[in-house]
């Protein structure tokens, strides 16, 4: 894996680290500010989704983090690949079901960085 591959990887789970904490620590602060489209009465009663939604995106931030310290090239280009094609599977999700906002900050970057993995594991 590059050393451009590294650095969006490691861009990429800084996010997810982001998503993780404001949905399960600050969901009641930083979500309202986020998510301005939803009821500000709905917050209280959907921290514990929002907690669960946070865990998730925890373990994506994980598994790219993880990538980083796999010596085989290969097998750091596979786990990364997994990992992102997860990412823009619900960057493409919430797009469709939420926002389209969701496909430019949470699927592009993940798309942009899995094409550069591709290419440079092919090459």
Same mark, same amino acid.
């Given at each position: 894996?590059?050393?451009?591959?590294?650095?969006?990887?490691?861009?990429?789970?800084?996010?997810?680290?982001?998503?993780?904490?404001?949905?399960?620590?600050?969901?009641?602060?930083?979500?309202?500010?986020?998510?301005?489209?939803?009821?500000?009465?709905?917050?209280?009663?959907? /921290?514990?989704?929002?907690?669960?939604?946070?865990?998730?995106?925890?373990? @994506?931030?994980?598994? #790219? %983090?993880?990538?980083? +310290?796999?010596?085989?090239?290969?097998?750091?280009?596979?786990?990364?690949?997994?990992?992102?094609?997860?990412?823009?599977?619900?960057?493409?999700?919430?797009?469709?079901?939420?926002?389209? /906002?969701?496909?430019?900050?949470?699927?592009?970057?993940?798309?942009?960085? @899995?094409?550069?993995? #591709? %290419?440079?594991?092919? +090459?």
């Amino acid at each position: 894996m590059n050393t451009i591959s590294k650095i969006l990887i490691v861009v990429i789970a800084l996010e997810h680290l982001y998503f993780m904490y404001f949905e399960m620590f600050a969901w009641e602060t930083i979500g309202k500010k986020t998510f301005k489209s939803l009821p500000e009465h709905l917050f209280k009663p959907t /921290k514990g989704l929002a907690a669960n939604q946070g865990l998730y995106n925890g373990f @994506l931030a994980a598994g #790219l %983090i993880w990538s980083l +310290f796999i010596t085989d090239s290969g097998w750091s280009v596979n786990i990364a690949t997994f990992f992102l094609s997860c990412i823009i599977i619900a960057g493409v999700y919430g797009a469709i079901s939420a926002s389209r /906002k969701i496909f430019y900050i949470q699927a592009m970057p993940a798309i942009v960085t @899995l094409t550069i993995n #591709l %290419i440079q594991k092919h +090459f």
